[in-house]
């Protein structure tokens, strides 16, 4: 599967952005999905994940309660939102595709997306 981020920017300390990860392939709705994101100078760190219907999802302790990951298998995308953004928050953002569920480890994903960079100014 090909997989095509968008929807990154530049927003300021606060605000909202709504990421876009769309999928190339019929098999899109057989891949769980993540988000992943990384900093300069920084490892590549989790985000959010969803299990192959969208009914279970799970995030990293520092975006929890901000960030909701979510996707529509008809539309072969999976999205995050992205709310109360923090400049720490500022990053590459990447989708991926290909790991176990509820696989918290880049190493475990197969296919990733170009990236998309986010930015929060304070």
């Known amino acids: 599967v090909q997989l095509q981020a968008s929807g990154g920017g530049l927003v300021q300390a606060g605000g909202y952005l709504r990421l876009s990860c769309a999928a190339s392939?019929?098999?899109?709705?057989?891949?769980?999905m993540a988000w992943f994101r990384q900093a300069p100078g920084k490892e590549r760190e989790f985000v959010a994940g969803?299990?192959?219907?969208?009914?279970?999802?799970y995030y990293a302790d520092s975006v929890k309660g901000r960030f909701t990951i979510s996707r529509d298998n008809a539309k072969n995308t999976v999205y995050l939102q992205m709310s109360s953004l923090k400049p720490e928050d500022t990053a590459v953002y990447y989708c991926?595709?290909?790991?176990?569920?509820?696989?918290?480890?880049?190493?475990?994903?197969?296919?990733w997306g170009q990236g998309t960079q986010v930015t929060v100014s304070s």
């Open positions: 991926a595709a290909g790991g176990p569920l509820h696989s918290r480890d880049a190493y475990d994903y197969r296919f």
């Open positions: 392939g019929r098999a899109f709705s057989s891949y769980a």
């Open positions: 969803i299990n192959r219907s969208g009914g279970s999802t």
